[in-house]
Nanobody, 114 residues
Framework: VQLQASGGGLVQAGGSLSLSCASSGSIASINRMGWYRQAPGKQREWVVFIFSGGNTTYTDSVKGRFTISRDNAKNTVLLQMNSLKPEDTAVYYC?????????WGQGTLVTVSS
């Protein structure tokens, strides 16, 4: 599985962005897909997961602002980010976990200006 993340960019605080993670293969059977992020000078941190059944789990700092969805027909996972804050600035990486295998996308930069 190869993952291609896109959709990052520069946005003002309070604005919105939508990230996309496109898979080279089918995602229908992938147990978990989601996003991590890495802010400048910080460790990579988990943001959100979506499970094959559609359940989701979010880190507390993005609850109510970010929404993840998956389109199995298009082999794509989307992350809608609203009410963005400067502290959301980071490189966002999509991830897919299937059994013992972990696949990472290349990252897309999100910059939120104050």
């Amino acid at each position: 599985v190869q993952l291609q993340a896109s959709g990052g960019g520069l946005v003002q605080a309070g604005g919105s962005l939508s990230l996309s993670c496109a898979s080279s293969g089918s995602i229908a059977s992938i147990n978990r897909m989601g996003w991590y992020r890495q802010a400048p000078g910080k460790q990579r941190e988990w943001v959100v997961f979506i499970f094959s059944g559609g359940n989701t789990t979010y880190t507390d700092s993005v609850k109510g602002r970010f929404t993840i969805s998956r389109d199995n027909a298009k082999n794509t996972v989307l992350l809608q980010m609203n009410s963005l804050k400067p502290e959301d600035t980071a490189v966002y990486y999509c991830i897919a976990l299937q059994g013992w295998s972990t696949f990472w996308g290349q990252g897309t930069l999100v910059t939120v200006s104050s």
